[in-house]
């Protein structure tokens, strides 16, 4: 529980499971490196 709210990406999917789609901001982007 505690890595799954600790990962950016995967604790939007708790968020929206738990307490609704309106709590979550727009995802801009997700990158494997920042190069």
């Given at each position: 529980m505690?890595?799954?709210?600790a990962d950016k990406?995967?604790?939007r999917d708790w968020v929206?499971?738990?307490i609704?789609?309106?709590y979550?901001?727009?995802l801009l982007g997700a990158w494997?490196?920042?190069d």
């Open positions: 505690k890595t799954q709210l990406l995967l604790v929206a499971s738990n609704g789609d309106e979550i901001i727009p494997d490196s920042f």
